[in-house]
Each structure stands twice: as C-alpha cells, then as structure tokens.
C-alpha cells in the first residue's frame, strides 16, 4: 500500500501542480481510506468515484483509486486510473509497481516485467515490485526468476502479509506443500486480518485435511468483508462439495450480484444444474462463462458429462479427449473418454484407449466391463468373456495409475541424466513399479523422498512401492509424513489399507472416521465405512450409509447395492432385501457377489430356496475357494 502523504510530499512541485484536492473530494477521500482500512474495499472504491468526480485533476485520487482497484483484481480500470495521472504530470518511476501489477493482472506479462525491473523504482516500492515480478515469472513457467524475486521481497520487507501468501502460493504450485503451509502461517501471523491470507490459509486447510477444515478461516475473512467476491467464490465451491447446495447456491446468487459475470459463479450454478439433471440449463449457464473456463480440468469434465448425458457423443469426445491430453492418468476421464467413443460407434478406439488400463493388474471392475463390451461389438467374444470374468471377481488389486508411454530403457536413461529432476524420476519409478522390480523402484522412491521432503506425492510413492515388498511398517512411516503435508483422499486409502494389513482394524477405522469428520461426503470414504459396519455386523449403521450413497450415485453400483441388500437381509426386511439384491444381480450377473447376496436374500424370504441354491453354485463356480459361497450352498442340500 501506497502511503499517499509520503508519496506526494517527495514528488517535485510541478507533479503536485495539477490539484492539491478539492475539500469535497478530500473528504470522500478520507473515507475511502477508512472503508479500505476496515475492508470494505468496494465502499472505498465507490468513495473514490466520488473524489474524483469532486476533483478530477487529483493527482492522489488518481493512485488510491488505482491501489483499490488491484485489489478488486481490476487490472484495466486501475492502468486506465494511471494514465490519467500520468497526462496531469505524475511521474511514471514514482508508480511503477503498482503499474506493473495492473498490467500482469491483465496477462501484459512482458510489459508489466518492463516495469517491475525498471532501475528508478524507489527504493520504498521495490519490495512491492519484486513481489509482482515473481507473480509474473509463476504465470510465464520462469521458477528460476520466481524464486530470486520472491526472496529478494523477502530480505526487502518480510512483514509484509501479501508477500508470504504470494510466497505460499508459488512453494504450493512447486509441490512444496510444506513450504507452502509454513508461508502463509507467517502470512497469518504477520497480519491476522488480512483476507487473502485467510484465504489461502483455508485453501491449503482444504487440501490438507478436509472440505470442513477450510470452512472457519473462509467465514472469518468474510466477517472482514463480506463482499470479498474471491473468498465468497471459494466459499461457495465449498459448500457445495460438502453437498450443501442450498447454500452454495444462495452464495453464488450473490457473487453474480457483486459481478454480473463472473465465471466461477456461473459454473457452480451449471454443476448444480447437471447433478439435477437439468442438462440443457446447465448448458445456458456455461455459455454465461463466456469461454473463461474452458481450459479448467474440472470444467472440461463437467462439460464432457452434459454432452454425454444428452447422447451428443461427439462433442462428449472433444471435450474428454482435451481433459486426458492434459491429465494422462486421469482414469475417470479415460472412462468416460472410452465410453462416449463405444457409444459413438468407435468400440476400436474406446478399447485403445482402456489397453493400458486393462495391462495393469489393478483395474477397477467398471474398466473390464467397459472393455469387453468394446471387444463383443468386434466379435471378440472369447476375449470378453476373459476380462469380464475378471471384473465379476471384484479383486482388482492396489489401484494404480496407467503405465508411461515411453520403455523403461529410455526412462532409465533419462534418470540417469537427470538423477534428482522429479518429471523424469517419477514416471521411471511408476515403469519400475509396473514391472515388478520393487527394490529397484523403492530405491528411487526414497532418494526422490529425501530431495523433496515437502512433497506430499513423493512419501506417497515411497509408501506404494514399500507396500509392494509387504513392508507396511516403512510405508506408514512414509503416509505419516505425506498426511502431515496433506491428508488427501489417497493418503487416507493407503494408510487405512496397510493398517488393515498389519491387522489394526480399529485403527484403520479410527483413520476413516477422522477423514470423514472434514470430509463428510466423500464417497471412497463413505463406502470404506459401510464396508467396515458390515464387517462388524453394525446393519442399520451400514444400512443409512449405503442409503444415501444410493441416493448421490443411483443404483448401478453392483457391490454397493449389494452390500445394502445384506444389510436389510440381516435386519429381516426382507421385500427389500430381495428387491435390492435383484438390482444388484442384473447389473452384473457374473458377479458372484450379487449372487451371493440374490441367493441369502431368497433363502431369508423363505418362498424361493431353488432359486437361492441355483444362485449360490453360481457363485461357487466362480469363486470355488470362497468359504462363505461354500457354506452357504450348504445350507440348501
């Protein structure tokens, strides 16, 4: 922040010529500074419209019109300040940081480095300066120019709040997660009140331990400014993952009240819309994006998901195609990439696209399906029978993510070159992982661990291939470390599965309980949990879990309708029991689990015992070694 009496007490007389401020435009400048002081940087910036219309020639009014703008994220309206004050005499070096900042609000990257590099920035302002360098060196891919900027800010002004979140936000996009938290902690406590420090605080609380965790420092920069449009945007967003919609929505109304167009707000709106399935109005609300969000992963995705519900393959195809191109391992998008392709007539191309899925040992179920029926509508039928028969056993294995493209030689051959550059190393330990050489990519593992000790995915990838090797005990070690940067979806499913291994089943449950109290609608966890109740014999627990998963994702998930049939199977009511077991059993005959549950389900209704037995050597014939198919055949001779 400008502080506007020093400024101008040190500018040459004839830049002070144009207007000492009229008492009128004074006076709604005072105000401006207190409505900025509070917060309020809308008022102050309706204040200053007012000044200035009292005093056009101010040059003062100028600049504190174009400072509250930059933070209203008004790049254009803020240069458009500058210039004026620049035609009544202001002296472009006295303002050069905050013109600088106008312009890389605007993407002017190479014009606005032209000003933040300018060797007349006075000395006060050059912390500033650096600071909005280094944004700019982030935007252009420059971390080498980033880094040096930022720590040049720092050594010139390490009180300053902005610059830590700054700061925070470039370790947090370097994979620095705990660099990242440690920043914008020091942001918090160099200013508590300072909203895009709150902000970031709940941001990155959001990612490291849950949707609720981010929740308490959203509302306190809220109560600062409640009509801060980029904290009610996360705010909303959310809400809204936390399946609170009502709200969300009543937030997003507001935001679009702030900014007749803001993208995100809109988006929302369109996400809700497709949920209902409403798909032409979540369409019309997309095209109020104007296109600002087009190239946003999760946008691609729900863009793809509307096409594809209303059967406009081809354009589902485009906008998937675009997602995987930029998220390989993306294995949602793959799906539906390859499903819209199937649907299109292309089954040669959607079962392309599944081959490297389908070579790895840890293919979900929906995946095999999906490739066999590419290869039945080839006439490949003794094929498909073999990979549907491995979907029916619902034993996938540890999920993995899809092999890299290039040979192992090759990547072993760039590692080499580049020993510690993780974009080389990575995709060499997953090639390791593949091939079943365990010691050799854990080995890779750790020395990728000890080089980035802030990185949440490389504890991870020690875990996963110490998992391998049976050493539970190493990998705990190493999702501790990842869970203190950042206790993700993937970091809770590892721990809760290598605790289960080591036999620690109350363990693993107390690990999903913590996850889902900042995570309340995860449905990994949510159907980890149900399992767990069923396990126990917690039925109407189990039950009211797989209710409302049922009710989020409807009624096409085998195991899950399933399990909710033996849960009412065991509470004795029966109708339903059979009812839902049915469904469970037609969505995937080969399942021998639904034919299991089909079968327990009829023998409880008690008026169809063939039935059930038929059933139950179904099951049998597809898993003969399981004990609980066996026993329960049993009970029919």
Sequence with gaps: MILIGLLYAALPPAIQAASNGHKDARTAFTKAKQYESRGDVRSARIEMLNAIKADPEWIDARILQAEILLKLSDGAGAEAELDRAFDLGLDVSQVRHIYGHALQIQGKWDEAKDQLIAEDIPVQHKAYADRILGRVAIQTGDEDLARRAFDRAIRRDAANADLWVDVARFRAGSGD?????????????????????????????????????????????????????????EYAATLGDMGRMTDMLAISRKIISLDVSNPRAFYMQAVLAARAGKYDLARMLMQKTEGRLDNVPAVMMMQGIVEFEVANYIIAIDRFHRLVSLQPNNVQAQNLLARSLYLSGDPDGAMNRLQPQVNNSGTASYTLWLAGRALEANDMRQEATGLFNRASRHDAGQASVILPE??????????????????????????????????????????????????????????????????????????????????????????????????????????????????????????????????????????RILENICKRIGEND????????????????????????????????????????????????????????????????????????????ALTR
């Design 406 to 543: 290039e040979p192992i030689g090759f990547l072993r051959s760039e590692v080499e070159r580049e020993p510690d550059n993780a974009v080389k190393v990575i995709p060499y330990i997953r090639a390791l992982y593949h091939s079943g050489d365990y010691s050799a990519a854990f080995a890779q593992a750790k020395h990728l661990q000890q080089g980035n000790p802030g990185a949440s995915d490389a504890h991870i990838l020690v875990a996963d291939t110490a998992m391998a090797m049976g050493n539970f005990d190493e990998a705990l070690a190493a999702l501790a470390l990842a869970r203190r940067i950042r206790f993700s979806e993937p970091v809770m499913l590892r721990i809760v599965e290598a605790l289960r291994a080591k036999g620690d089943v109350q363990g693993a449950g107390a690990v999903l309980a913590e996850f889902l109290t900042y995570n309340p609608n995860n449905l990994s966890a949510l159907r980890l949990m149900a399992y767990g109740h069923l396990e126990a014999g917690n039925w109407d627990i189990a039950r």
């Design 177 to 233: 997660q705990a660099g990242a938290l440690a920043a914008v902690k020091e942001a918090v406590r160099r200013d508590p009140d300072n909203i895009r420090a709150l902000q970031y605080r709940g941001e990155l609380l959001r990612s490291q331990y849950g949707l609720a965790a981010a929740l308490p420092w959203f509302e306190r920069a809220l109560q600062i400014d409640p009509n801060d449009v980029p904290i009610l945007t």
């Design 558 to 633: 085998v195991l899950i309708m399933a399990g909710l049939a033996q849960a009412y199977t065991e509470l004795g009511q029966t109708d339903k029991a059979v009812a839902t077991a049915r469904i469970a059993y037609y969505v995937q005959p080969s399942s021998p689990v639904a034919s299991h549950i089909y079968g327990r389900a009829l023998l409880a209704e008690g008026s169809r015992s063939n039935d059930a037995r038929d059933l139950f050597r179904k099951s049998v014939m597809i898993a003969p070694l399981n004990e609980a198919y066996r026993a329960s055949l």
